[in-house]
């Protein structure tokens, strides 16, 4: 079973400019994460899918980060314009189904993103 | 919200030596994950605890979950420096939310 994929792996912009990441789930999961994880940190969720449908985004700073997941599969993540501070590693990670026995979330090998 | 804390941090053992990392929660739940993370590696799925009294065992890695203590605890016995890596707790909030993590415990197993 292929995992979750992420591209690109590593990305090093200057601050203020744009930066886009892609990630492709698991095939058949329903839910899709985003995740910041900071250097020396837990990860963070910044936003929660449920098919296309956005179930959390609490914690998305919404003046910079944008998240579309079109047609409940792939998704992207926007940083427009990018910080100093944003400089970390972006997970994705998707699940079967969000609550239930199914929620075991299964991770990508990230996108580290370094902001000068 | 919910909490969630591990120590130690930060932890030194030598090879063959036991230790145990602790991870409390402020908040019911019956659900938590432990993940590993090697560096600049992604995270790797090691336990999945879904209800109180729930152990795992692999290899020399045993987790437990006492749901009414709020706490869980990863067990290292006889370590070994394939060991060595940062240690995730992740608890299951409930309603189709996310994981919410600790911080993680790095863990190094020294000769």
């Known amino acids: 079973e292929a995992g979750v994929a992420q591209s690109p792996r590593y990305k090093i912009i200057e601050k203020r400019q744009s930066v886009a990441f892609w990630c492709n789930p698991i095939?058949?999961?329903?839910?899709l994460y985003w995740y910041q994880q900071i250097l020396g940190q837990g990860p963070k969720l910044l936003i929660q899918f449920q098919n296309n449908g956005v179930v959390d985004d609490s914690q998305l700073p919404k003046d910079r980060f944008s998240a579309e997941r079109l047609k409940g599969v792939d998704s992207t993540l926007k940083i427009q314009p990018a910080k100093l501070e944003d400089s970390a590693v972006y997970l994705c990670?998707?699940?079967?189904?969000?609550?239930?026995?199914?929620?075991?979330?299964?991770f990508g090998p990230g996108t580290r993103l370094t902001v000068l | 919200e919910l909490k969630v804390e591990q120590n130690p941090l930060f932890l030194s053992m030598q090879e063959g030596k036991n230790y145990t990392i602790y991870c409390n929660y402020s908040?019911?739940?019956?659900?938590l994950y432990w993940y590993r993370q090697d560096p600049g590696k992604s995270l790797e799925s090691l336990f999945v605890l879904l209800s109180n009294g729930a152990v795992k065992q692999e290899g020399r890695l045993m987790a437990s979950l006492d749901t009414k203590a709020r706490l869980s605890t990863l067990h290292i016995t006889a370590a070994v420096h394939d060991l060595s890596a940062t240690y995730f707790c992740?608890?299951?909030?409930?309603?189709?939310?996310?994981?919410?993590f600790g911080k993680g415990t790095s863990l190094l197993v020294t000769p």
């Open positions: 908040t019911t739940s019956d659900r």
């Open positions: 095939s058949g999961h329903a839910t």
């Open positions: 992740a608890v299951d909030p409930g309603s189709g939310y996310a994981l919410n």
């Open positions: 990670a998707s699940s079967f189904s969000a609550g239930g026995v199914y929620n075991e979330q299964f």
